[in-house]
């Protein structure tokens, strides 16, 4: 099994809604990323996952909020987002490793904050 | 900032070899080029990376210069379902980042 399962596929929320994007994998890998992806731009790495521990932070605003309560489960809670976090929200994982690891991604969350 | 540069878009032929280029002259030593590829709203899908030879796998070939400032990516036999937006990627050795150029947009004609 080589997938990455992301839920939901579509989500709508206001500003001042709280909300969760899930992601789960069952290959085993103990790297896990999150990622935001502007339409026609590449994707964007928010948080990096070692071994359920959080290892990168790129300079994220508190309203996004990583979770990594196992080994093959990924969540991102959401709170109080603006309009311009409106995106495509992708999960990956990998095996842990700096270079030679592909990183497996999911088919993504399509964010709109309204 | 981007390591790699890439043509913006690219049209081939169904049936045809896809060749799509990628300089990355910055690259350092122990820094590996990957290459994947993002079909229309899906995830990203990997296709296949190399460090200093030249690589094939059952979707693509990987040709790099011996110099490691370019790369292409070669598709042998192109379909319709090849048509995506095609990344090359400079994998930073010291942590998990995958430093991504801007893309290419292929499009395979019938």
């Known amino acids: 099994d080589t997938e990455v399962t992301q839920t939901p596929k579509h989500l709508v929320m206001g500003m001042t809604n709280k909300k969760s994007l899930k992601c789960e994998q069952h290959m085993g890998h103990r790297a896990m990323y999150w990622y935001k992806q502007k339409a026609k731009k590449p994707p964007e790495l928010m948080f990096v996952?070692?071994?359920?521990?959080?290892?990168i932070n790129e300079s994220v605003p508190s309203r996004f909020s990583p979770e990594c309560p196992n080994s093959s489960l990924l969540n991102l809670h959401l709170h109080a987002l603006q309009p311009e976090d409106s995106a495509l929200y992708l999960c990956?994982?990998?095996?842990?490793?700096?270079?030679?690891?592909?990183?497996?991604f999911g088919p993504g969350t399509r964010l709109t904050v309204t | 900032d981007a390591k790699t540069t890439q043509p913006p878009s690219m049209d081939c032929a169904e049936g045809r070899a896809a060749n799509l280029p990628c300089n990355h002259s910055?690259?350092?030593?122990?820094?590996?080029v990957y290459w994947y590829r993002q079909i229309h709203s899906q995830g990203p899908q990997y296709i296949i990376h190399g460090l200093k030879n030249n690589e094939t796998n059952e979707m693509a070939s990987l040709i790099i210069t011996e110099d490691r400032k370019s790369s292409t990516l070669i598709l042998p036999h192109a379909t319709l379902r090849d048509t995506a937006v095609y990344y090359c990627?400079?994998?930073?050795?010291?942590?998990?980042?995958?430093?991504w150029g801007a893309g290419t947009k292929l499009i395979i004609k019938p």
């Open positions: 910055t690259i350092s030593g122990n820094e590996y």
């Open positions: 996952y070692s071994y359920e521990k959080l290892s």
């Open positions: 990956a994982s990998s095996q842990p490793g700096r270079t030679k690891y592909e990183q497996y």
């Open positions: 990627i400079v994998r930073v050795a010291s942590n998990y980042q995958l430093i």
